[in-house]
């Protein structure tokens, strides 16, 4: 199997000297996986220990440190690690992998989580379960609407489809328990909320999240490398537009000719 | 030379497979591959292809080729059971599996049957498939790999490079035993702490069946509950997925995932089957009854390594064909005589 780690490095920031497997339990997944778990919840503290894990990881296979990893999965409150048994054992990767941190100053700027506004077409025929929504939180349309815009997310992890980004944490008063009764079909490009989560679906799925509205941009392309606009840490923000817009962006992303830069917002205005 | 085989009837399920596509389950897309990775570095040695390299995987069979303008040669590794042949206009011969044919210009290779398995892998030598994303394995899920990133359809064409080099080769099985094991051998965790004392008993001591909804995805098995320790348990904030996860739903009948499943999700995972153990749940019949045994990720792991050297010790030691019915064709195809006449012309 060939090693691929060679994904952009996420800079979140590890505490030098501190092993960033610190406070992490091991959990066996089979001879050729083990799991590095940080808690069960979501939470953002979660998130960014996984995030900082993953990072010390793929530092250290991108040195070649780390013979045999193949590739690690980050979710809500674990990194994944999978390897060929043939090359390595859990225990050689961990003894690698608890040395304390160092070159963490070494990161290239720009490499930090990317920033991405997204096109959103609320309520209607896009957005069905809005109506209903608004009126559980006793809020107008419209503030609801204003609400789910004004909170910008972060993508905690991908997965479920490929691509489907599970992004948090939705504003409190958005929180609710999935769909009692799942949806056969929830459209491409649907915006949906559950929980304290925001998920966006990438393609034609079943689905049980309720759906606020539909982004009309490709959030997939097996064309491009990488598929996927997201990786988790990134930020992701909601820009309203209406149905002709909607229908524009829609009709240059049928002909192919959509482009996603334009999507990522320029963070190079702090100061 | 560039040749093509066109694909009569794709059967029920014929994907193009190779190693797989790694690297990108952090975005959600699993790694794909043939779920039986020794028998598809067989059947690729026994046309002289790279191991890693593309093969057909046919699932229950229903798969027909037409050859066109070259010759091919082609192997199938599968259980002995296997129904396959290539027909001419003037005889058919029934294929053996892990051996290599040529099949003329004209011929219909057919791989009617799957057998006693549920699947069968077919190489084709110089098969070029393009890749994508790090790998020629079908996603259809995600429109990946395979032929314009879909399964093998009516009408479809293999694109193939005609090399004409040596003799027809055979090997043996290295899974004949273990089609005959009723033990699948798993290592525990990672969330085995969710269930209770009762269901871990069940999962380890009592029998369990293959139901027949299995696919590229999972195999589901029906048996005693696997009961968790809670209602609580029963749901997990998503967490990584791996070939080999067994998940348990509510209902506790477990579930083994395979190749294509989802990269991370909601249900705990009790125990993961080990990798050499993993092709079996794919490939053995529905109603098919076994048991699991936990063993240490040691042993998992030293079980691993000598599967895979029996694997290398059986490529090195392909055979060569001694040809039951020497025709000229084959002669000729080989490249074993050269302008010689059959004497009637």
Same mark, same amino acid.
Do not use: C, M, N, W
């Given at each position: 199997m060939s090693p691929s780690i060679d994904r952009g490095t996420t800079a979140t920031p590890t505490g030098i000297g501190v092993s960033p497997l610190a406070g992490a339990e091991r959990r066996d997944a089979g001879d050729s996986a083990? %799991?590095?778990?940080?808690? @069960? @919840? %979501?939470? #953002?503290?979660?998130?960014? #220990? &996984?995030s900082a894990l993953d990072a010390h990881v793929r530092r250290l296979a991108a040195d070649g440190a780390l013979p045999g990893l193949i590739e690690t999965v980050p979710t809500f409150r674990s990194l994944a690690l999978l390897f060929d048994p043939l090359l390595t054992t859990p225990a050689h990767l961990l003894t690698t992998l608890a040395e304390p941190a160092r070159n963490e100053g070494s990161t290239e700027p720009g490499d930090g989580p990317a920033t991405w506004v997204l096109p959103v077409l609320y309520g209607g025929d896009h957005g069905p379960d809005l109506d209903a929504l608004a009126t559980e939180a006793a809020l107008p349309d419209d503030e609801l609407v204003r609400r789910h815009l004004d909170t910008p997310l972060v993508v905690y992890m991908l997965g479920f489809l490929p691509g489907f980004a599970f992004l948090g944490d939705?504003?409190?008063?958005?929180?609710?328990?999935?769909?009692?009764?799942? #949806? @056969? #079909? &929830?459209?491409?490009?649907?915006?949906?909320?559950?929980m304290q989560l925001t998920g966006i679906y990438p393609w034609d799925s079943p689905g049980g999240w309720h759906i606020l509205g539909n982004c009309p941009v490709p959030l997939f392309n097996g064309k491009l490398a990488p598929p996927v606009l997201f990786q988790a840490g990134d930020i992701v923000g909601f820009r309203n537009v209406d149905i002709h817009e909607y229908e524009a962006l829609a009709e240059v992303s049928r002909q192919g000719k959509f482009d996603r830069q334009t999507l990522v917002q320029k963070t190079d205005v702090a100061h | 030379m560039s040749s093509s085989l066109t694909i009569v009837r794709a059967g029920l399920l014929s994907?193009?497979?190779?190693? +797989?596509?790694f690297g990108l389950r952090h975005l959600g897309i699993p790694w794909s591959g043939c779920l039986v990775p020794c028998w598809q570095q067989l059947a690729n040695r026994l046309v002289r292809n790279a191991p890693d390299a593309c093969v057909i995987e046919c699932w229950e069979g229903g798969l027909q080729l037409k050859v066109e303008d070259y010759p091919v040669r082609i192997a199938i590794a599968s259980h002995t059971s296997v129904v396959a042949s290539i027909e001419s206009a003037d005889q058919k011969i029934s294929l053996k599996p892990m051996r290599s044919y040529t099949a003329h210009p004209g011929d219909t290779i057919a791989l009617s049957s799957t057998g006693n398995m549920r699947q069968a892998i077919m190489a084709i030598a110089g098969m070029s498939v393009e890749s994508q994303l790090g790998s020629?394995?079908?996603?259809?899920?995600?429109?990946l790999g395979g032929l314009n990133g879909n399964v093998l359809n009516n009408g479809n064409k293999i694109v193939f490079d005609y090399k004409p080099d040596g003799p027809d080769l055979t090997c043996t099985d290295p899974l004949s035993a273990a089609y005959q094991q009723k033990v699948i051998r798993l290592v525990m965790g990672p969330q085995e702490t969710l269930f209770s004392e009762e269901g871990l008993h069940n999962l380890l001591s009592e029998e369990y069946v293959l139901r027949s909804d299995a696919d590229r995805m999972g195999?589901?098995?029906? +048996?005693?509950?696997v009961f968790h320790r809670s209602d609580d348990a029963k749901n997990i904030v998503s967490d990584a997925i791996v070939p080999g996860s067994i998940q348990v739903p509510g209902n506790g009948q477990p579930i083994i995932l395979l190749s294509d499943a989802h990269t991370a999700g909601g249900y705990p995972k009790v125990a993961t089957v080990i990798s050499i153990d993993l092709p079996l749940p794919g490939l053995l019949r529905a109603g098919t009854r076994f048991r699991f045994r936990a063993i240490s990720l040691d042993d998992a792991i030293r079980a691993t390594r000598q599967q895979h050297g029996l694997v290398q010790e059986t490529l090195k030691n392909m055979k060569p064909v001694i040809s039951d019915s020497l025709s000229t064709q084959t002669l000729l195809a080989n490249n074993l005589i050269d302008g010689v006449t059959d004497g009637t012309s």
């Open positions: 083990f %799991i590095l778990e940080f808690g @069960t @919840t %979501i939470e #953002r503290s979660l998130l960014d #220990r &996984v939705t504003p409190s008063e958005l929180h609710l328990p999935r769909l009692s009764e799942p #949806r @056969t #079909r &929830v459209p491409a490009g649907s915006v949906a909320i559950a | 994907t193009l497979q190779d190693r +797989g596509r020629a394995s079908t996603y259809a899920k995600a429109s195999v589901r098995l029906a +048996g005693p509950s």
